[in-house]
T-cell receptor, first 115, second 111 residues
Framework: NAGVTQTPKFRVLKTGQSMTLLCAQDMNHEYMYWYRQDPGMGLRLIHYSVGEGTTAKGEVPDGYNVSRLKKQNFLLGLESAVPSQTSVYFC??????????????FGPGTRLTVL | EDQVTQSPEALRLQEGESSSLNCSYTVSGLRGLFWYRQDPGKGPEFLFTLYSAGEEKEKERLKATLTKKESFLHITAPKPEDSATYLCAVTSFNTGNQFYFGTGTSLTVIP
């Protein structure tokens, strides 16, 4: 049981390049989230999904797109990266029922640098 | 907009010196308040969920409490391995699928 995994762990992009971050969970959770974490700003929600095929905007969605084609995967895309997207990106998942329905389980993070 | 403020930003304690971390929140219709621990270079790890004022949860040297305006994370006789950043988050009935995080308290426990 791997929990939440993220690929890649590190990435360096040049301004204008695109990339996709992959999040996978093996807990059969309905909800999945993408956050970014910046010094002094805390975790901020980018996009989230309440189920396969559905996505919604969070607090800071501009410049990002997401897709949830399979229940276990949640992809975060940057179409044309800019330096302000330099950050650490975390994915999380949570169940909607059971003992702890509000508990978010986080992945290890992806450290992205945009030059 | 839901807001979470944590204090202090950083805290240094001697091993065995008990203290408390504060999380104050402004939420319309609190549904839940959460505490996480984050070690350097890792993702947040869940500690506690509190749902109503007066509720308390304990785990080893940690105890979380909740009032209508704030939550405290009490650390009793801390050890160096308790050194980490502690994050507080809230969700409300108005924005039930979204969670708002504070900026965290960085705790260092000196042997």
């Amino acid at each position: 049981n791997a929990g939440v995994t993220q690929t890649p762990k590190f990435r360096v992009l040049k301004t204008g390049q695109s990339m996709t971050l992959l999040c996978a969970q093996d807990m059969n959770h309905e909800y999945m989230y993408w956050y970014r974490q910046d010094p002094g700003m805390g975790l901020r929600l980018i996009h989230y999904s309440v189920g396969e095929g559905t996505t919604a905007k969070g607090e800071v969605p501009d410049g990002y797109n997401v897709s949830r084609l399979k229940k276990q995967n949640f992809l975060l895309g940057l179409e044309s990266a800019v330096p302000s997207q330099t950050s650490v990106y975390f994915c999380a998942s949570r169940a909607t029922s059971g003992r702890a329905p509000d508990t978010q389980y986080f992945g290890p993070g992806t450290r992205l640098t945009v030059l | 907009e839901d807001q979470v403020t944590q204090s202090p930003e950083a805290l240094r304690l001697q091993e065995g010196e008990s203290s408390s971390l504060n999380c104050s929140y402004t939420v319309s219709g609190l549904r839940g308040l959460f505490w996480y621990r984050q070690d350097p270079g890792k993702g947040p790890e869940f500690l506690f969920t509190l749902y109503s004022a007066g509720e308390e949860k304990e785990k080893e040297r940690l105890k979380a409490t909740l009032t209508k305006k704030e939550s405290f994370l009490h650390i009793t006789a801390p050890k160096p391995e308790d050194s980490a950043t502690y994050l507080c988050a809230v969700t409300s009935f108005n924005t039930g699928n979204q969670f708002y995080f504070g900026t965290g308290t960085s705790l260092t426990v000196i042997p």
